[in-house]
């Protein structure tokens, strides 16, 4: 088990802003199997306005250090224009465990 305290998004359209919250977020990791990221929580700022979402993600391996990304947050403010439930997937992600 290992703590997340830096996360960054730098794919976000015109206007769009995603912060993250309440890190460190827990990452549980099987080496070359696969992971869990617990506590995910975001604020994302859109035209529309703002909301909060959490969640928990999962990751399965590609091959060895390769990991996709995928897991659903849920919305957890209201009156912001989002959806209730966002949909999260990212097929390449790079996992390095060093001791």
Known sequence: MAAIDN???NFCQDGTRI???ALPWTLDLNEDSSYTIKGVQVTITTRQGTCRYSGTLNGFTQFPGVYDLRGSLTR???GCGGSGQINVAN???VIRVSS
Do not use: D
């Open 91 to 93: 097929l390449i992600e």
């Open 19 to 21: 912060v993250p919250r």
């Open 7 to 9: 996360v960054t998004f």
């Open 76 to 78: 957890q403010s209201g």
